[in-house]
């Protein structure tokens, strides 16, 4: 298995537009994370779902985010519209069986946001 | 309130030495713990856990960890460090009630000198 794959690995945007990363979990993990990565806050879960369904979106910052996993092998997270702040690095993550098992993290997509 | 605590931003050893990363911990119930590791540009990768049974744990590259429960801990140790082991250490803790999400320390980097 290739591991997790997320794209891009770097995007650049302007303030109000609209970004969407994305992410190719592990195949047969059920569990799938996404995390972001700043210098001032460190590594914060984001959201997660088991079996495709989102299951805690607590860490999700505002309305203008939001997460999709249409299917086992593919999950999207969109910011619409961006801004400055939302510059840093997001991780998607898959497990096999969540808290039991250690996860498996993508490279990262850099975000900056102008 | 569940929390990891890394308290040192740096780690400093000479290759060859012994290296410690120390991490401690806030959860309730019986804590499920986690070291990854993060180098320049890519996603963590997990080095080991501390789910049950015996103190020391023994993970991937040389790396053990050593559970200590009156104190809190979990620290990450190498008997002999080198100089590719430099990179960033994650120490992650298991929410005590929702058992998928993880919360992890601010990490600490490691430098190791020829």
């Known amino acids: 298995d290739a591991g997790v794959i997320q794209s891009p690995r770097h995007e650049v945007t302007e303030m109000g537009q609209e970004v969407t990363l994305r992410c190719k979990p592990i195949s047969g993990h059920d569990y799938l994370f996404w995390y972001r990565q700043t210098m001032m806050r460190g590594l914060e879960l984001l959201i997660y779902f088991n079996n495709n369904v989102p299951i805690d979106d607590s860490g999700m910052p505002e309305d203008r985010f939001s997460a999709k996993m249409p299917n086992a092998s593919f999950s999207t997270l969109k910011i619409q519209p961006s801004e400055p702040r939302d510059s840093a690095v997001y991780f998607c993550?898959?497990?096999?069986?969540?808290?039991?098992?250690?996860?498996?993290f993508g490279q990262g997509t850099r975000l900056t946001v102008v | 309130a569940q929390s990891v605590a890394q308290p040192e931003d740096q780690v400093n050893v000479a290759e060859g030495n012994p290296l410690t990363v120390k991490c401690t911990y806030s959860v309730s119930g019986n804590p499920y713990l986690f070291w990854y590791v993060q180098y320049p540009n890519r996603g963590l990768q997990f080095l080991l856990k501390y789910i049950t049974g015996d103190n020391l744990v023994k993970g991937s590259y040389g790396f053990e960890a050593e559970f200590n429960k009156s104190q809190t801990s979990f620290h990450l140790k190498k008997p002999s460090a080198l100089v590719s082991d430099s990179a960033l250490y994650f120490c992650a803790v298991r929410d005590g009630y929702n058992f998928n999400k993880f919360y992890f320390g601010s990490g600490t980097k490691l430098n190791v000198k020829p």
């Open positions: 993550a898959s497990s096999l069986q969540g808290g039991h098992t250690e996860a498996f």
